[in-house]
């Protein structure tokens, strides 16, 4: 067996990307310029969307998209506790309440049947979390959505590449975020990316984005641009740089070959853990669905694997391999138990979760054998 310590995640960059990087920084134009222009296009026509805004993070984006809608004190943004803490700082940062509902234990996507319940006239927005990859049932969502004249801001972090009923998601719906962070399904670096069919929600992005701007100003040091803007409105530093872009135009080809090797790593998960009484695997839901696996996330049954979720990492860990944790329940965090008065036993399904939740390493590098590596290291640790 390998000593090499196995990541639980590691980003595919191409020999093409890399050149492409050094071109830029040779260039002498590295932040946002010419390459971000062209990854936005290469996006608008990935996600057959008219408006597509880089961004410097996911976590950027949710602001910015939450900022748009206009806020007021006690206006409510509904969401899941299982997620990573940005979906719930933002809704703060925006000035909204967050309010959230418990998960599906089959899917540990928002649970759509207790969604209805959560809405009141303060509600303005519902941010869906698309987790792991595995898209959120959409028809019910939005239906209520339209019905009660509610926003939706999906958080697609983890779902590039998804599709729900043979739309990929980010080409329908309201408005979308997704992540280009390292450990996601495509990356620049860091960065990120809003897509949605509002114009004005569009112009107002682009303008928080880059310091209240009123007009497209990357150039206004070149020769052919112009010193000449205004400011509107107190903007943000939210911008793609082209280093970043100079990756992701590379890696936006490269998407689906990414995606193919998930799902067959995902799979191999799937039918080698079929029969472990340690673990309840990801399941699929009834709709129909195309599952990008940004990660694999099985639940560990502690009572027949004789030993905790952490325990098993520490394992893994021992034994040269990486895992991970997405997510411990955001209500459970200081913050959020004290500024919203949440706590244990408010949302049971997410808390089981969050307590048996890991993810194992899946990566496109990944080979056969490095599975191979994660599977016996399983079998030795449950004997």
Same mark, same amino acid.
């Given at each position: 067996m390998s000593d090499e310590f196995l990541p639980f995640s590691r980003p595919t960059i191409s020999q093409n990307a890399i050149d492409d990087v050094v071109a830029c920084l040779k260039s002498g134009w590295i932040t946002t310029g010419p390459r971000v222009t062209q990854f936005t296009e290469d996006l608008k026509t990935y996600f057959k969307a008219p408006y597509v805004l880089?961004?410097?993070?996911?976590?950027? #984006?949710?602001?910015?998209?939450?900022?748009?809608?206009?806020?007021?004190?006690?206006?409510?943004?509904?969401?899941?506790?299982?997620? $990573?803490?940005?979906?719930?700082?933002? %809704? @703060?940062?925006? #000035?909204g309440k967050p309010v959230l509902v418990d998960i599906d234990p089959r899917t540990l996507n928002m649970d759509m049947n207790a969604l209805e319940d959560a809405i009141n006239d303060n509600t303005r927005v519902i941010m869906p979390v698309h987790f792991a990859g595995l898209p959120v049932d959409l028809d019910p969502l939005y239906e209520l959505a339209n019905r009660h004249g509610l926003r939706v801001i999906e958080d697609a972090a983890h779902a590039i590449a998804s599709e729900y009923k043979g739309k990929r998601l980010g080409?329908? #719906?309201?408005?979308? @975020?997704?992540?280009?962070?390292?450990?996601?399904?495509?990356?620049?670096?860091?960065?990120?990316? @809003?897509?949605?069919?509002?114009?004005?929600?569009?112009?107002?992005?682009?303008?928080? /984005?880059?310091? #209240?701007?009123?007009?497209?100003?990357?150039? /206004? $040091?070149?020769?052919?641009?112009?010193?000449?803007?205004? %400011? @509107?409105?107190?903007? $943000?530093?939210?911008?793609?740089?082209?280093?970043?872009?100079?990756?992701?135009i590379h890696q936006l080809r490269e998407l689906d070959g990414f995606i193919a090797r998930r799902i067959e790593l995902a799979e191999r998960y799937q039918e080698a853990l079929s029969d472990w009484p340690q673990w309840t695997l990801p399941s699929k839901p009834d709709y129909d669905h195309y599952h990008s696996w940004h990660l694999y996330t099985p639940l560990i049954n502690e009572d027949v694997a004789n030993m905790n979720r952490d325990q098993f990492m520490s394992e893994m860990k021992e034994n040269n391999i990486g895992t991970g944790l997405h997510y411990r329940a955001v209500h459970l965090y200081p913050y959020y138990r004290q500024a919203f008065d949440f706590n244990p036993g408010d949302f049971p399904h997410a808390e089981d979760a969050c307590e048996r939740i890991v993810s194992l390493p899946l990566f496109p590098l990944m080979t056969d054998a490095d599975h191979d590596r994660v599977l016996d290291v399983m079998y030795k640790i449950f004997n």
């Open positions: 880089p961004i410097a993070s996911a976590t950027a #984006g949710l602001h910015l998209a939450l900022l748009a809608m206009n806020l007021e004190p006690g206006d409510e943004v509904i969401t899941t506790p299982l997620t $990573f803490a940005a979906t719930l700082n933002t %809704i @703060v940062l925006a #000035g080409s329908f #719906g309201d408005t979308q @975020v997704f992540s280009f962070h390292p450990n996601k399904n495509m990356t620049t670096g860091e960065g990120g990316c @809003v897509v949605t069919r509002d114009q004005e929600l569009a112009d107002q992005i682009a303008r928080l /984005r880059f310091h #209240g701007m009123d007009r497209q100003a990357w150039n /206004r $040091f070149a020769k052919s641009g112009s010193q000449d803007y205004e %400011i @509107v409105m107190p903007g $943000f530093k939210y911008n793609m740089m082209d280093i970043q872009a100079a990756i992701g």
